[in-house]
T-cell receptor
């Protein structure tokens, strides 16, 4: 079983819909990251969080440490939000990040 | 802003060639990483370095080596390129310690023919 599991793998929605992407992990973490990868390869960090909730524009990330679960929400989704969203966790014990497989999101106009 | 720069965006090499992929970061980050990304497999760690001249194997080091002679530069070397090393290669850096926020280069799409 992977230490970081994301769901769904693929998600297609209409413009304007509220989007939720989930991430569950099974290890002790120092922080959880949400990243975005657009076609063409570049990866950018969206959030780094270790508790509670963070908001940036239409993006909201939450984490429940007890349940080892995080969600990324997109409100009023737009075609430019189409990308792969990746969850990663930083373990307490070392320098490495453990990566989820990513969720491919397509927003149709 | 942190900038992580990879030397090439696209590269085509022949089987058996020695290939160098270079990565430079400009924010004095301690940790640097090389990943490869393949469809359906996500990011897989090849090697990482937590200090100059220090390196550790990741999950898939076979067929690769690395060099970190200076703090800002981390090189990935394919000693004898093979077609199964055709992939997207991504370099990343993190500040160090408990701060694991990763900054990525733009990626190098390597094709071995």
């Amino acid at each position: 079983k992977n230490e970081v599991e994301q769901s769904p793998q693929n998600l297609t929605a209409q413009e304007g819909e509220f989007i939720t992407i989930n991430c569950s992990y099974s290890v002790g973490i120092s922080a959880l990251h949400w990243l975005q990868q657009h076609p063409g390869g570049g990866i950018v960090s969206l959030f780094m969080l270790s508790s509670g909730k963070k908001k940036h524009g239409r993006l909201i990330a939450t984490i429940n440490i007890q349940e080892k679960h995080s969600s990324l929400h997109i409100t009023a989704s737009h075609p430019r939000d189409s990308a792969v969203y990746i969850c990663a966790v930083g373990k307490h014990s070392n320098y490495q990040l453990i990566w989820g497989a990513g969720t491919k999101l397509i927003i149709k106009p | 802003d942190v900038k992580v720069t990879q030397s090439s965006r696209y590269l085509v090499k022949r089987t058996g060639e020695k290939v160098f992929l270079e990565c430079v970061q400009d924010m004095d980050h301690e940790n640097m990483f090389w990943y490869r990304q393949d469809p359906g497999l996500g990011l897989r760690l090849i090697y990482f370095s937590y200090d100059v001249k220090m390196k550790e194997k990741g999950d898939i080091p076979e067929g690769y080596s690395v060099s970190r002679e200076k703090k800002e530069r981390f090189s990935l070397i394919l000693e004898s390129a093979s077609t199964n090393q055709t992939s997207m290669y991504l370099c990343a850096s993190t500040l160090g310690g408990q701060n694991t926020e990763a900054f990525f280069g733009q990626g190098t799409r390597l094709t071995v023919v």
